[in-house]
């Protein structure tokens, strides 16, 4: 499937992030702060804004701090998720705009961060498709500088874990940073280094993903003054981001076909 950037290429932006997180603010100021201050970074440092779409939460506080420090961002939103007041984001000209609704959703919590007054002109961009697999997977395709997880649910869960194995199987090679605010990640982190020692995941294969912790560990994770760190940290992993040697499976995922005399061509999947 080929997926053409929805960013200006004139700008010669650098390389979009997809940032994976919650519909809802969380019940800790931190969280909402921390995603503040990695949408500004991201914007401060040239780094287009991909994400769910949604206007609520988490997904509204990351993408407005992006568009208000002048960054580019491009929302992608199931249609059967149109109704969802937390899902929805009506963005100028996009085809979005065009099915807006008042219903609420019973997934998302909090303020509508974004709104129909919020004219941000070509900076912000809503896709509606079809189905989550076609959302995630045009994610994906966009986001070839990487992928940044803050706190959030189940489909933040989802979405990450997804994308470690896509790292894995060598569908993508992209930095997968989860950020540890307030050490809401600390446990799951944990769980994986169990998995290693249990057997089932590689001790290499620990370097698929990155944990971003604030320097100074666990404490300085949960103190509120320094939330607009994480911004600056996520930004410096991004940039120290290396696979250890043999993580991974290093799999062919090219589809190809051989023609007679044994030559093998590359296949447009999109023709197949």
């Not at 007041?85 to 998302?108: L, R």
């Not at 997968?176 to 290693?196: A, K, P």
């Not at 062919?252 to 007679?260: P, Q, S, T, V």
Request: glycine share 12%; with cysteine.
């Amino acid at each position: 499937m080929s997926v053409p950037s929805p960013f200006p290429s004139q700008l010669q932006l650098k390389k979009p992030v997809c940032v994976f997180c919650g519909s809802s603010p969380g019940k800790l100021p931190l969280f909402t702060n921390a995603s503040a201050a990695v949408g500004q970074a991201l914007a401060n440092a040239g780094i287009p804004l991909v994400y769910g779409g949604g206007r609520r939460g988490i997904m509204g506080v990351v993408s407005q701090s992006c568009l208000k420090a002048g960054g580019y961002v491009h929302g992608i939103v199931p249609r059967a998720l149109t109704e969802r007041a937390s899902e929805h984001t009506p963005a100028p000209g996009s085809e979005g705009s065009e099915s807006k609704s008042d219903s609420k959703s019973k997934e998302g919590q909090g303020d509508d961060v974004l709104s129909e007054s919020d004219n941000y002109g070509d900076k912000f961009s809503t896709d509606v498709v079809g189905s989550m697999h076609e959302r995630k997977l045009k994610m994906a395709k966009i986001s070839q500088g990487g992928f940044i997880v803050l706190p959030g649910g189940y489909g933040t869960f989802e979405e990450a874990l997804e994308m470690i194995t896509w790292n894995q199987l060598g569908i993508h090679r992209l930095p997968i940073l989860i950020l540890n605010v307030g050490n809401f990640y600390t446990h799951l982190y944990n769980q994986f280094i169990s998995s290693v020692e249990a057997g089932f995941i590689a001790p290499s294969n620990l370097s698929l993903l990155k944990l971003v912790n604030l320097e100074g560990g666990e404490d300085a994770n949960t103190d509120e003054s320094r939330a607009d760190e994480w911004g600056q940290a996520a930004f410096k992993a991004l940039d120290e981001w290396d696979l250890a040697e043999g993580a991974g499976y290093a799999l062919d995922w090219e589809l190809k076909e051989k023609r007679a005399g044994g030559k093998e061509l590359n296949l447009d999947v999109e023709s197949v």
